[in-house]
């Protein structure tokens, strides 16, 4: 695996159909399930590790963000990478850079209402990461539902040609959707954490039973996570992420919620199957994640 950290060696280096997977690090199964996921489809698999400080939008969730890099490159080895690149702040954001991508719309809702700007910030990052290494397809994930419609709103706008590919959700054993912040959650915080996936697996079996009442489903979620300090619980368009009353389209079922000092996100992405609505629970590992502690 070659290590890099500016975007003309990152090139230099790259044959054939080049995969990117975009990462900040601290890597977990979720992660290392992006990099499997195109593999064998491309010739170059780059990951790229870069903690984004313009997507921060809170005091102290940068400096808290949780890094391991000697792990990571460790693990990236283990999934066959081809190129690890870590660029340095300057090389992302040289000296007097003041381009910012923004994608309304897509980014008003959710996530965009109670992180502001943090959008722009994801943009941003992954445009200069697409215009910087040139890949022929990225792979984000499931989890993060609304950055990947921002994301694929960026490409169809910018007319960047790069092919997105969705990856699911991976969940531990118990449900706990994987999150490189869980690595700040206490044993106590992490039991009550359950309560969130525990609730999109409810409203997931009422979807299957032919539930489509949008307010039927985020009151399930809200009811089991009640004790939790709840942001938002929304049905929504998995193309534009506007809220819909209705489930007559693909949709997301997203949450998010304080629960002790981490913020957690959480969602059922639903599919339309020869007219049916199929709720994605995500993959559900047999055994608890590689998730590492905090050197
Ligand atoms: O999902 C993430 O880890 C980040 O938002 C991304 C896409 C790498 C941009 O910094």
Not at 200 to 207: G, M, T
Request: proline share 6%; with cysteine; glycine share 6%.
């Amino acid at each position: 695996m070659e290590l890099t950290t500016t975007f003309s060696e990152t090139r230099d280096l790259s044959v054939g159909r080049v995969a990117l997977v975009p990462t900040m690090g601290f890597f977990h199964e979720g992660h290392l399930s992006l990099m499997r996921l195109v593999r064998d489809r491309c010739d170059t698999l780059i990951v790229s590790n870069f903690v984004n400080p313009t997507q921060f939008d809170r005091e102290n969730d940068l400096e808290e963000y949780p890094r391991d890099l000697d792990r990571d490159r460790a693990m990236a080895v283990e999934v066959d990478v081809d190129i690890f690149f870590e660029p340095e702040l300057g090389e992302v954001y040289p000296e007097g850079a003041s381009t910012i991508v923004d994608v309304p719309g897509v980014s008003h809702w959710m996530e965009g209402r109670h992180r502001p700007g943090h959008f722009a910030g994801v943009a941003t990052v992954v445009a200069k990461l697409f215009a910087g290494i040139q890949p022929d397809d990225a792979v984000f994930g499931r989890k993060d539902a609304q950055q990947l419609a921002v994301i694929e709103a960026m490409v169809r706008d910018l007319r960047f040609p790069v092919e997105i590919v969705a990856a699911p959700l991976v969940r531990e054993s118990d449900g706990l959707a994987l999150s490189s912040r869980n690595v700040h959650l206490s044993p106590a915080d992490r039991e009550s954490s359950l309560a969130i996936s525990r609730g999109l697996f409810q409203a997931a079996e009422q979807i299957d039973a032919g539930e489509v009442r949008g307010e039927r489903l985020e009151a399930t979620v809200a009811r089991s996570s009640r004790r939790l300090t709840t942001e938002y619980v929304t049905l929504a368009s998995l193309e534009t992420m506007v809220p819909i009353a209705t489930l007559d389209q693909p949709a997301v079922l997203a949450v998010a919620a304080q629960v002790g000092s981490v913020r957690l996100i959480d969602n059922i992405v639903v599919d339309f199957e020869g007219g049916r609505p199929v709720p994605d629970r995500g993959l559900i590992l047999d055994e608890p994640s590689r998730l590492g502690t905090l050197p």
